[in-house]
């Protein structure tokens, strides 16, 4: 049986609303199921935002009120899937959790948006969410299976600069590997978001669980990014897709500081700089870029979304010679463990 599938990957932004951006996320994967894909990936923070340029009042020993009153908004615009602080696990997967009365879910009803889309598209879709939870908010992925549903659900475990700030540290235990099967295609995925793809250890925990499709929403539009995405696919002999939002100034959130949305129409490119341009790609386990990286085109424009169909079982050819959790790796000398993760590959 074949082992190959058509993936893609869109530089969607998010839209002014979570109810916008949910939108123009069925729209986009409707779009890639009509052309063949079989899995799509978002942005980190496509769901909720990320605000880019946000100073959040904050000094080093200070914080003005301006800072908090952003805060409330970006809380506000956050998405609730219904999950607990410390993370519940196959608990909050397998709807184990208590419901409050009178109600039939948990959260605010996108956790089950999303499985209707996927369900209705036939597609895999991996989407990039600012989740809020108690008064925190954490930066996740969820991983939604057309038949299945809700798979698992990851909370970035080290956020990056002002992002410290307004992002809650996820537990390494949702890092676990989840697996599904697509069109005869056995799947081992797991997400590394952003600049996690940039801590050896991390990588080297989704490696041992011997996955082959191997996710990286960011928020780094550098052009630096493409090797480093090279890097993992050919170290780690798996599937890469990454994407990056493409975002004009004048796409933020109004309420972030700076952003004058009063001039969000007519305004020229110079006076509207792309704050993001993208660099969104797809790479093979041999390291060969399939497609893009495309640079200041997001999704309002078809060429937003990227596809490419990826053999798997060049994942397994891959492994002739280097196998960082195998054969390569020289576990007799080189241990790894993650607090609450057990880094056995999942069965499939």
């Not at 990936?41 to 946000?54: A, D, M």
């Not at 799947?187 to 041992?208: D, G, K």
């Not at 493409?226 to 890469?240: D, H, I, K, S």
Request: glycine letters at 10%; a negative charge; one cysteine or more.
């Amino acid at each position: 049986m074949s082992q190959k599938l058509k993936v893609a990957v869109s530089q969607a932004r998010t839209r002014a609303t979570l109810q916008e951006t949910l939108e123009a996320l069925e729209g986009i994967t409707r779009l890639a199921a009509s052309r063949g894909a079989r899995i799509i990936l978002f942005p980190e923070g496509y769901l909720g935002g990320y605000p880019r340029t946000c100073t959040w009042g904050a000094a080093m020993g200070g914080r003005e009120d301006s800072g908090r009153q952003q805060y409330l908004h970006y809380y506000q615009a956050a998405v609730d899937v219904g999950d607990t602080p410390a993370g519940a696990g196959d608990d909050w997967v397998h709807r184990r959790l208590p419901l409050a009365e009178g109600k039939n879910h948990r959260g605010d009803g996108t956790r089950e948006v999303l499985e209707r889309i996927s369900r209705e598209t036939d597609v895999l879709i991996i989407v990039g969410l600012i989740e809020r939870c108690g008064g925190s908010l954490y930066c996740g992925v969820v991983y939604v299976d057309p038949k299945r549903g809700v798979l698992g659900k990851r909370r970035k475990v080290m956020p990056t600069g002002m992002e410290r700030l307004v992002w809650a540290q996820g537990s390494p235990s949702t890092l676990k590997a989840v697996t599904t099967e697509v069109d005869g295609v056995k799947l081992t995925m797991a997400a590394a978001i952003c600049w996690e793809n940039y801590m050896p250890l991390l990588r080297q925990s989704l490696y041992e669980q011997n996955v082959n499709l191997y996710l990286a929403p960011t928020a780094d539009g550098r052009d630096t990014w493409l090797p480093l995405m090279q890097t993992v696919a050919f170290e780690g002999r798996a599937v890469v897709l990454t994407c990056n939002q493409c975002v004009r100034k004048s796409q933020l959130p109004d309420w972030v500081q700076g952003n004058d949305n009063s001039q969000r129409k007519g305004t020229e490119d110079s006076e509207d700089p792309i704050l993001t341009g993208g660099g969104s790609c797809i790479v093979s386990p041999l390291g060969k870029v399939l497609a893009g990286p495309i640079w200041n085109v997001d999704d309002d424009d078809a060429e937003g979304l990227q596809i490419a169909e990826v053999d798997f079982e060049d994942c397994t050819r891959g492994r002739l010679d280097l196998d960082v959790a195998g054969s390569y790796s020289r576990n007799d000398s080189f241990k790894l463990t993650v607090q609450g993760l057990d880094l056995t590959p999942p069965p499939v």
